[in-house]
T-cell receptor, first 114, second 113 residues
């Protein structure tokens, strides 16, 4: 049981380049999320998906797109990267386990945009 | 939408002392309040949570209290140890009927031996 996995762990992009961050969970959770973490700003929700086939904007969706490919996978795409998107990106999923609801985080992707 | 404020942003305590972190929320419909601990370079991990039908919950050295009327909740860590040093985040669910969490900006706790 790997939990929530993310790839890549690190990425450096030049302004204007595009890339996709991958996320997968093996806990059979319906809900999945993408957050960005910046110093002093906490965890800000970019997009979330309450179930396969649905996605909704969070607090900071501009410049990003998402795809809920199936129940397991939720990807985040930067079409034209900007320096302001330099951040640590966390994917998460939520659901019940052992009678307890919890949101589980992936290990994160550290993205630098030059 | 929901807004969560967290204080203080940094907290330094001596080993063995207690630490208290406070959060306020704006959405009266929120009914789930988790606390996450994030060690340096690691992912956030849930340490304790509380639902709006209880006022206090304890788990060994950590406890969370909730005041629904005042819309604030607090994390209490007793007998702090150096391994408690980390960034702590509070959160509240938006709307009360969703599992979408809004996080506070975090508290960096340093425990000095």
């Amino acid at each position: 049981n790997a939990g929530v996995t993310q790839t890549p762990k690190f990425q450096v992009l030049k302004t204007g380049q595009s890339m996709t961050l991958q996320c997968a969970q093996d806990m059979n959770h319906n809900s999945m999320y993408w957050y960005r973490q910046d110093p002093g700003m906490g965890l800000r929700l970019i997009y979330y998906s309450a179930s396969e086939g649905t996605t909704d904007k969070g607090e900071v969706p501009n410049g990003y797109n998402v795809s809920r490919l199936n129940k397991r996978e939720f990807s985040l795409r930067l079409e034209s990267a900007a320096p302001s998107q330099t951040s640590v990106y966390f994917c998460a999923s939520s659901g019940f386990g052992g009678g307890h609801w919890e949101q589980f985080f992936g290990p994160g992707t550290r993205l630098t945009v030059l | 939408g929901e807004n969560v404020e967290q204080h203080p942003s940094t907290l330094s305590v001596q080993e063995g002392d207690s630490a208290v972190i406070k959060c306020t929320y704006s959405d009266s419909a929120s009914n789930y309040f988790p606390w996450y601990k994030q060690e340096l370079g690691k992912r956030p991990q849930l340490i304790i949570d509380i639902r709006s039908n209880v006022g206090e919950k304890k788990d060994q050295r950590i406890a969370v209290t909730l005041n629904k009327t005042a819309k604030h909740f607090s994390l209490h860590i007793t007998e702090t140890q150096p391994e408690d040093s980390a960034v702590y985040f509070c959160a509240a669910n938006e709307g009360g009927y969703t599992d979408k969490l809004i996080f506070g900006t975090g508290t960096r706790l340093q425990v000095f031996p």
